[in-house]
């Protein structure tokens, strides 16, 4: 089981990496251009450069899990990132929402593999 967790955040990481360098300096061809409202949404997204901000968030999010040190902090950082994948593919472009529910498996994978440093937010109350 840890091996395939080893493998489940390396290919996390890797994702968000490769996709995160991609939205600075494309290099995967994106094919015909997104119509419709999320079109709009995305055109609006460079036109503000708010896409670069999310950017550097996959990037900085992915390298904890990639070098295995950090890796609640990096999946903090990416939690909020899948939550907007998921948004906009299940409200905007519903045909893409299969590559959202794959990669929230995935993180919930990692997530499960660490969750006792997240055992802290889920306390009910906090003395003091």
């Not at 802290?120 to 003395?127: D, L």
Request: glycine residues 10%; without cysteine.
């Amino acid at each position: 089981m840890k091996i395939v967790a080893t493998i489940v955040r390396l290919l996390l990481g890797l994702v968000f990496l490769v996709f995160g360098i991609n939205h600075i300096f494309p290099f995967i061809p994106l094919g015909p251009l997104f119509t419709g409202t999320v079109g709009q949404f995305f055109a609006l997204l460079m036109t503000t450069h708010y896409l670069y901000v999310v950017a550097v968030l996959e990037i900085v999010g992915a390298v904890p899990l990639l070098i295995n040190r950090y890796v609640p902090l990096g999946l903090t950082l990416l939690g909020p990132v899948i939550v907007n994948i998921l948004l906009v593919q299940g409200l905007m472009q519903p045909s893409g929402l299969p590559v959202g529910v794959v990669v929230t498996f995935l993180w919930l994978l990692v997530f499960y593999r660490v969750r006792s440093a997240f055992a802290g937010i889920f306390q009910q109350r906090v003395n003091g």
